[in-house]
């Protein structure tokens, strides 16, 4: 059993392992803004904390984390309501099934992997009923994989469209993964020009989610506006039982 001394030895511990990976992180998106032309103002960090406690949360949220990112709703769920006292802004990152758009929406304050025209309804429908506002991004399919979740971009204008006239959304931009086996500056340059045709129709929709540990510089590179980091500040994650 853990006595006092040796638990807040253990958090000091961890606090200063996250706050060393956090400026290494933010070293690198400063690093690769400039590398692009760009000011690290316009990336922001969203930390997402799969599979690790609400403490580290908190221990983020002392280091000047506010953007914190789930992709399971039974773990994002809890994890938000027990950390509400603190100024965050919640981010859903996974593939969001409908059934789960009532929970989501009663934490969420932006979705990042709005896919489907049923889903944009049943998640509109649930921020009405708790009176929230929620920023949606388009999740895009890079390589028509299903089982990896998103829109085609042939589907896309379809489901901004939606999107944009749907009660308490907000058409943010777009999200995206590096599709596996395709090089990240490849695909991000896809990414961008979808982008840019998305903004031709909906000029305030400038959010682009890309880029995670492995390859933020690229997606940087690309016009990311938000970069999805979970290892390379939180470490190897624990295994879920």
């Not at 031709?200 to 510089?217: F, T, Y």
């Amino acid at each position: 059993m853990d006595t006092p001394d040796s638990a807040t030895a253990t958090t000091a511990h961890r606090r200063a392992e996250l706050a060393a990976n956090l400026a290494d992180v933010r070293a690198r998106i400063a690093a690769a803004c400039t590398a692009a032309g760009r000011s690290p103002e316009d990336v922001t960090l969203v930390v997402v904390t799969k599979t690790h406690p609400a403490s580290d949360v908190r221990l983020l949220a002392e280091l000047g984390v506010r953007d914190v990112g789930e992709n399971r709703d039974q773990e994002a769920a809890p994890k938000a309501a027990a950390t509400k006292d603190l100024d965050l802004r919640w981010h859903y990152v996974g593939q969001l099934q409908t059934n789960k758009a009532k929970s989501v929406a009663g934490y969420a304050d932006v979705v990042h992997s709005l896919d489907r025209i049923r889903l944009a309804h049943a998640l509109s429908a649930a921020a009405e009923r708790q009176q929230r506002s929620i920023t949606a991004l388009l999740q895009v399919s890079l390589d028509e994989d299903p089982a990896r979740g998103g829109v085609s971009a042939t589907d896309l204008a379809e489901l901004a469209d939606a999107v944009a006239e749907a009660p308490r959304l907000t058409l943010g931009g777009v999200m995206a993964v590096a599709p596996l086996g395709v090089e990240p500056a490849r695909a991000f340059a896809r990414l961008r020009e979808i982008a840019t045709r998305l903004r031709e129709a909906h000029p305030a929709a400038n959010m682009v989610s890309a880029g995670m540990s492995n390859d933020l510089e690229a997606a940087i590179e690309a016009g990311a506006t938000h970069v999805r980091i979970g290892t390379a500040v939180l470490g190897v994650r624990p295994s879920l039982r």
